[in-house]
Nanobody, 114 residues
Framework: QVQLVESGGGLVQPGGSLRLSCIAS????????MNWYRQAPGKQREWLAT???????MYADSVKGRFTISRDTAKNSLYLQMYSLKPEDTAVYYC????????WGQGTQVTVSS
């Protein structure tokens, strides 16, 4: 069984930055593809970024050039570094692991507002 816990969300000014973390209870990062998603109130959940087991990285157009996904396998940690944040980035951000099974974190709130 794997538990994913996101952290690092909060309130930031437009143009600011945040780094989100996703910590796994098990050593899954070498065997699972890791993803970040977000969901704003009243909207569908949106895929943001993926890092595969072979370290291939993909981004959604909405965040390409502003967000960076990375992982530290030794620390069982996934990260999303976010720069140049916009009000439309306001959402709950979720970590997702895909492999033999599928796991979601509980989410962390990011609010971009002046």
């Amino acid at each position: 069984q794997v538990q994913l816990v996101e952290s690092g969300g909060g309130l930031v000014q437009p143009g600011g930055s945040l780094r989100l973390s996703c910590i796994a209870s098990g050593s899954i990062f070498s065997d699972y593809t890791m993803n970040w998603y977000r969901q704003a109130p009243g909207k569908q959940r949106e895929w943001l970024a993926t890092i595969t087991r072979s370290s291939t990285i993909m981004y959604a157009d909405s965040v390409k050039g502003r967000f960076t996904i990375s992982r530290d396998t030794a620390k069982n940690s996934l990260y999303l570094q976010m720069y140049s944040l916009k009000p439309e980035d306001t959402a709950v951000y979720y970590c997702r692991a895909i492999g033999t099974a599928e796991y979601w974190g509980q989410g962390t709130q990011v609010t971009v507002s002046s």
